[in-house]
C-alpha cells in the first residue's frame, strides 16, 4: 500500500461556501474544462483576479480616477471588443511578402 502524501501545514486553508446548483455545476465544468478538475485550482485564479480588481481599484482611488458609470463602462468595452476583433483579423491575414 502506496502511503498518501499529507499537507505541508499552513500550505493550504480549507473554507466552506454555499452556492445555488447552478453555480457549482459551472464551477465544476471549468475545474473540469481548464484545471483538470481541481475545483481549488480554479479557486485560486478566481482569487487572483479578485487581487487585481482590488489593485486596480486601490489604483483608481490612490489617484483620484473617478469610476465609469456603467454606460461609460459598457463603451469602453465595446471599444477593447472592436480592436481585439481587429487584431485577429490582422493577424489571420499574415504578412505579405
Excluded at 21 to 28: D, E, P, V
Excluded at 52 to 60: F, K, S
Excluded at 69 to 95: F, H, M, N, S
Amino acid at each position: 500500500m502506496k502511503r498518501k502524501k499529507g499537507r505541508r501545514t499552513g500550505a493550504t486553508e480549507t473554507f466552506s461556501v454555499s452556492v445555488d446548483a447552478t453555480t457549482k455545476r459551472a464551477l465544476r465544468t471549468l475545474a473540469d474544462k481548464e484545471f483538470g478538475g481541481n475545483l481549488s485550482a480554479l479557486v485560486t485564479e478566481l482569487a487572483e483576479e479578485a487581487r487585481r480588481r482590488l489593485a486596480a481599484g486601490a489604483y483608481l482611488s490612490r489617484h483620484r480616477i473617478p469610476s465609469l458609470t456603467p454606460d461609460q463602462a459598457a463603451e469602453l468595452e465595446a471599444e477593447i471588443e472592436r480592436e481585439v476583433a481587429g487584431a485577429k483579423r490582422r493577424a489571420r491575414g499574415g504578412r505579405a511578402a
